[in-house]
């Protein structure tokens, strides 16, 4: 795997460890969560859709940025020298560098799950629930929102080490009962 592209090995690790499959929360208080990921939603979770390119097709309204990028990361069009070139790139390499937590944020039961009220912080990030954990002084968020029922979709992922407790204070925390990974 020498000489690939970094945003490749993210996609392929994605693409094997979490697209597969759903992850389905039980909650002490008997509800439960499934959240499913399509294969566009690594675009938003790396944050490149922020990217110059991207966001200019996003602000004229342009059908299929998601997937016009996701073509692009797969051919490999998308890769760490843009990603440095661009005036997001902050954003973007927190998100890149860090997005091998994820797997182990969505499964281990010690993540911490919030019902997630964005009036309480305020901010613009719609979910409902956000998970929650700190690594190594590192503090990662992942957020998801309810579409249907006990089904819940990716959202948002961020680390936020400046105000680490920003988003989660206030909010109501929910106790995992047990997590189920199981194969679509």
Same mark, same amino acid.
């Given at each position: 795997m020498i000489g690939i592209e970094p945003l490749k090995l993210i996609y @392929?690790?994605? =693409?094997?460890?979490?697209?597969?499959?759903?992850?389905?929360?039980?909650?002490?208080?008997?509800?439960?969560?499934?959240?499913?990921?399509?294969?566009?939603?690594?675009?938003?979770?790396?944050?490149?859709?922020? @990217?110059?390119? =991207?966001?200019i097709m996003k602000d004229k309204k342009m059908p299929g940025v998601a997937s016009i990028a996701l073509s692009h990361l797969k051919n490999g069009k998308i890769t760490m020298d843009m990603i440095h070139k661009d005036n997001q790139k902050a954003v973007i390499l927190s998100k890149v560098e860090e997005y091998r937590f994820i797997t182990a944020l969505l499964g281990d039961t010690k993540t911490e799950h919030y019902k997630f009220d964005h009036q309480k912080v305020p901010c613009d990030i719609p979910a409902t629930y956000l998970l929650y954990d700190k690594q190594k002084n590192t503090h990662f968020h992942f957020g998801s929102i309810t579409t249907t029922g006990d089904e819940v979709s990716p959202m948002t992922w961020f680390i936020e080490n400046e105000r680490p407790e920003k988003y989660i204070k206030n909010q109501d925390r929910i106790n995992v009962k047990r997590i189920i990974i199981e194969l679509i």
């Open positions: @392929l690790e994605f =693409y094997y460890s979490i697209l597969p499959y759903r992850f389905i929360y039980e909650y002490e208080d008997g509800t439960k969560k499934i959240l499913t990921f399509k294969e566009q939603d690594i675009i938003h979770q790396l944050g490149l859709d922020r @990217l110059n390119k =991207y966001k």
